[in-house]
């Protein structure tokens, strides 16, 4: 085979990228995923602001992953002036990181991937097909969007969660109210597991590494320190972030690529990487669901991505369910309202799991509060390195199963969405 593989535009993403493919003689020789978006210098737009315009303004870089770019920068700023929040406060910022999952996973496993698995270019036909099913995943992300709009007073963007806590709370009843409408959306979070691990995917493993929050008696997505590389063995504090991953520039992208500094492997963080850190940390119903998929670690196959999500729906379900009914109780030592602190110099890393992986914010801050310096590292600029070697992994497999051109570019394109990507992200 000699073909020159070319999607200008992968639909059904956020953000613009390109994928260039060259096959001479059945062997792929080149592959890039050309990240075109311009850059959003997010970094200097904080610079010179004070600690508390930045998780304001930081947030705008996404309208899914915003609650979880807000509460890294706090998470940072906290770290910086030493700040010890209240057990209730680290629970509504869990709610509110959760509710972003609510979000982003329902809307792409059933706006952006479904099409895909169902042979149609848009999410239009499958509400034809299945209205139903179309119906209760819209339901899914509206309540995903409530959640964080009664945590974070939004439903993107948030402005209640401030340095040291928040500037409002709902009431004993609406978090109920919550908990009952989680509980009714398992069945149909459950139902998802079933209806992803049900498409037929390539059967690949890939051989970058995978990096995920650790943390050893939970499931965590904001209140751990810890990363974990599985491949190479290595567990670092976030603030040491730098000493472990390494990030480069490529002619081809507009967002830096990144790799593990001690291997010089490519890696992936996303809901695939959590399971693999922390699958028997997961809540009873989505653990059940996980082994029914037949999905456990090892799982390096990018494709179960999309079941990894799935069966992180039924895990925040489950989780935020809980966490509301012991809000509504008063379980949580101490009251939301931000504690006292004294501003001070330094540098802080913030470090949580937004929707799609692992998202460090360093920042660096003066004596009067001021941002100095500011580093991101989203979750897929994280990923485009290994996303690379996972396109030319699968080509060279289609190749030799006899595939043609146009089925190549079909999976290639299934495997860049199954990755989730935020190419807006990327670039900050």
Request: proline residues 5%; hydrophobic residues 40%; negative net charge.
């Amino acid at each position: 085979m000699k073909a020159k593989i070319n999607v200008d535009h992968i639909a059904r993403i956020e953000g613009h990228g390109n994928v260039h493919v060259v096959i001479e003689d059945d062997q792929v020789k080149t592959v890039q995923m050309e990240v075109v978006e311009p850059a959003r210098l997010f970094e200097s737009m904080v610079r010179g602001r004070s600690f508390s315009e930045v998780s304001y303004i930081s947030s705008r870089i996404c309208g899914i992953c915003s609650a979880s770019h807000t509460v890294t920068d706090l998470l940072a700023i906290e770290r910086i002036f030493g700040v010890q929040v209240t057990d209730r406060t680290n629970a509504l910022r869990e709610l509110l990181v959760y509710g972003s999952y609510l979000q982003n996973h329902g809307t792409h496993l059933y706006v952006l991937a479904a099409p895909d698995f169902l042979g149609q270019k848009s999410v239009f036909p499958v509400e034809q097909i299945a209205p139903e099913v179309f119906d209760n995943a819209l339901e899914l992300k509206r309540l995903g969007n409530e959640l964080c709009t009664a945590v974070g007073g939004r439903s993107i963007h948030p402005i209640t969660a401030v340095v040291g806590g928040f500037t409002h709370e709902i009431t004993a009843g609406e978090y109920l109210a919550f908990a009952e409408r989680m509980d009714a959306m398992v069945p149909f979070a459950l139902q998802t597991v079933d209806l992803f691990n049900s498409f037929e995917v390539p059967d690949m493993q890939s051989t970058g590494d995978v990096l995920a929050m650790y943390a050893p008696d939970k499931y965590a997505v904001c209140d751990s320190r810890t990363a974990k590389f599985v491949d190479a063995g290595i567990q670092f504090d976030a603030d040491e972030w730098t000493t472990y991953v390494e990030e480069y520039a490529v002619p081809h992208s507009g967002a830096l690529f990144a790799r593990v500094r001690a291997t010089g492997k490519p890696y992936m963080t996303s809901a695939l990487a959590r399971l693999n850190v922390s699958w028997p940390l997961l809540c009873k119903q989505a653990k059940v669901a996980a082994a029914k998929a037949g999905l456990r670690p090892p799982e390096r196959n990018p494709f179960r991505n999309n079941v990894a999500q799935a069966i992180e729906l039924v895990d925040a379900l489950e989780r935020c369910a809980e966490l509301c009914r012991r809000l509504a109780a008063d379980e949580f030592e101490g009251s939301s309202k931000p504690v006292p602190f004294t501003v001070r110099a330094g540098r802080g890393v913030g470090y949580t799991e937004a929707p799609r992986g692992v998202l460090f914010h360093e920042l660096e801050l003066d004596d009067d509060g001021r941002v100095v310096h500011a580093s991101i590292i989203t979750p897929t600029s994280q990923n485009v390195a290994n996303m690379e070697d996972d396109m030319r992994m699968l080509a060279e497999l289609m190749i030799a199963q006899g595939a043609d051109e146009p089925a190549i570019k079909l999976k290639v394109e299934e495997l860049v969405r199954a990755y989730d990507p935020c190419l807006s992200c990327s670039v900050h």
